[in-house]
């Protein structure tokens, strides 16, 4: 039975820790939860918001309608065979937990994202990546719930559109499936992506010649504690804007004035350029402004130094899209959902 409080505090519920109220909240437990909330939003008339780790989320206003904090949980292989596992978590288990016990198991595909806050639910929304890898690569089906009719569909990677930081559920879908269940195809032999920044050399650094799958998650985990600041300590949201894509052409023209932008090729026409490197160039690394600020090891990250307000979250990042548009003439834009 699902219980629907109303007008509820959900400042806990993200990791940004900024004030914000939901007009009715419930947290699922089941699909049968779920169903019951589909039913109630139709007799209400009121849409439904799905919040699952709150670790990618900005929340301005009081949200519409019927929150459902997702806390579906349950992990199963549905298939192995020599070569392969299918593993199925449901979309409540968080997906630092799911990496560990696919780590613990020693099954390949998902060591290179460890140590990401959120859900497996949200995992698939942005198509996560870190250090060279995003869940697309291992990602195999996904059953999501229709949040107007109940009805289950399964989605292939292909239905997913799943592009960087990008997939068709925060596009032409948005709002309209709950994501129930990501079924993963990991491997039981796999080359290991070592080539991304710092893994080599922190593997070296530790003796490591010939790492195990443990050894990549564990570096991982030290390499982020290093450079991200933990949400528990330091409320923020991850990387606040996606890094850039830009044409070659207009790359070339902008390496003239600063011959040190960093910059990786992704195709022949167009090259990725870290937003973190503009946001510090604009001189914002570090720096605070009242209750808000950019981490000092990490330009991307915004953090909340004492209970700011959406409001000033929302004049900082307009002052750096200004600064970084005024600098560069780039756009950026927000990795972060804002309701
Ligand atoms: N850089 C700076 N200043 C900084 C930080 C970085 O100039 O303060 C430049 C450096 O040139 C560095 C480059 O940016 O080489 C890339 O930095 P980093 O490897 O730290 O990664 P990122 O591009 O800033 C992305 C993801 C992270 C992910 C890391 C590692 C996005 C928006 N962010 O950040 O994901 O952990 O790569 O793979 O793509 C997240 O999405 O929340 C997240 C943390």
Redesign the pocket.
Known sequence: MLKIEKNKNIKAYTTLQLSARAEFFAILKSKEDLQEAIVWSKKNKKPLFILGGGSNVLISQTVKGLTLKNEIKGIKVVEKNKDYILVEAKSGELWGDFVDWSVRHNWHGLENLSLIYGTVGAAPMQN?????VEIKDSFYHLHAIDLKSGQERIFSGPDCHFAY?ESIFKNKLKGKYFIYAVTFKLQKMATLQLD??AIRAHLLERGIKKPSLKNVSATIKII?TE??PNPVKMPNA??F???LEISTIKFKALQKKYPDM?SWPISKTKVKI????LI?TAGF?GKKFGAVGMHK????VLINYRRASARQVLNLVKKIKQTVKKSFGLDLHE?VNII
């Open positions: 996560i990546g870190a250090y060279g930081r991304y920044g982020r450079k991200l991850g990387s804007f996606k890094n960093p870290p937003a973190a490197w510090e690394k090891n990490q330009a991307l990795e």
